[in-house]
């Protein structure tokens, strides 16, 4: 067994559902920003923490959610980006984000960017 098949083996099966930040004014992975995902009560409407993370020096944050945990739903991506950006010595505009999407195959993998600069974010579903 190579090094990379056992490193996935004992971090277990990869979370269905990925981000990357990518911090577009200055061209480099959006590193160290501090993320939470939540799910939504579907009775009560209420939003259940189910993770917090910290993005790595390429801007992701693996292990965001396992199969097993990966329902159909409502979720939420809540970014500090206020604090990513005072980091910097910057200030910005959205002192945070947040990107809700709907889950209605949990067995497909989802891939939530977000493209962000002091003045402006975007994001979109890949895969």
């Given at each position: 067994r190579n090094k990379q098949s056992w490193i996935i083996a004992m971090a277990?099966?990869?979370?269905?559902?990925?981000?990357?930040?990518?911090n577009t004014a200055m061209g480099v992975p959006g590193s160290n920003m501090s993320l939470s995902?939540?799910?939504q009560d579907p009775s009560t409407n209420a939003w259940?923490?189910?993770?917090?993370g910290t993005t790595n020096d390429d801007g992701?944050?693996?292990g965001l959610i396992t199969k097993q945990s990966?329902?159909?739903?409502?979720?939420?991506?809540h970014f500090?980006?206020?604090?990513?950006?005072?980091?910097?010595?910057?200030?910005?505009?959205?002192?945070?984000?947040?990107?809700?999407?709907?889950i209605n195959d949990p067995?497909?993998?989802?891939?939530?960017?977000?493209?962000?600069?002091?003045?402006?974010?975007s994001t979109?579903?890949?895969?």
């Open positions: 277990g099966s990869p979370s269905p559902l990925t981000t990357h930040v990518l995902l939540y799910r259940n923490l189910i993770t917090t992701r944050c693996p990966f329902t159909s739903g409502v979720y939420k991506m500090e980006t206020a604090q990513y950006w005072a980091s910097m010595g910057e200030t910005c505009f959205y002192p945070h984000v947040e990107i809700v999407f709907t067995g497909q993998k989802y891939h939530i960017p977000l493209l962000l600069s002091r003045f402006s974010y979109y579903r890949g895969s």
